[in-house]
Nanobody, 120 residues
């Protein structure tokens, strides 16, 4: 059974940082895309960062570009999302998602999600 397990969520003040982790050892190949999605309160789930799986290329939504960094640690089989300069609008449930192909984060496989709350 394919598993993606997120951790690292929590509550932080505006301007603070958090690092999310996703245990995803089955998806560390450069033939897999793997990324992060977010569901903000009252909104649809949206993609925010993707490790495209080829040439180390990545994609970021404009809302997080310059503040969030996605990375893979192949040795540990972990996907990370470093989130800096967090804003209240970053609040939501963050999901790790992976695909059996590269080049696009579509979301064939999903984790259970981890809550991030940015509030003073």
């Amino acid at each position: 059974q394919v598993q993606l397990v997120e951790s690292g969520g929590g509550q932080v003040q505006p301007g603070g940082s958090l690092r999310l982790s996703c245990a995803a050892s089955a998806f560390m190949s450069d033939e897999n895309s793997i990324g992060w999605f977010r569901r903000a309160p009252g909104k649809e789930r949206e993609g925010i960062a993707c490790s495209l799986g080829r040439d180390g290329s990545t994609w970021y939504d404009d809302s997080v570009k310059g503040r969030f960094t996605i990375s893979r640690d192949i040795a540990s089989g972990t996907l990370f999302l470093q989130m800096d300069n967090l804003k209240p609008e970053d609040t939501g449930v963050y999901y790790c998602a992976a695909d059996s192909f590269s080049g696009l984060c579509f979301g064939e496989y999903w984790g259970q999600g981890t809550q991030v709350t940015v509030s003073s």
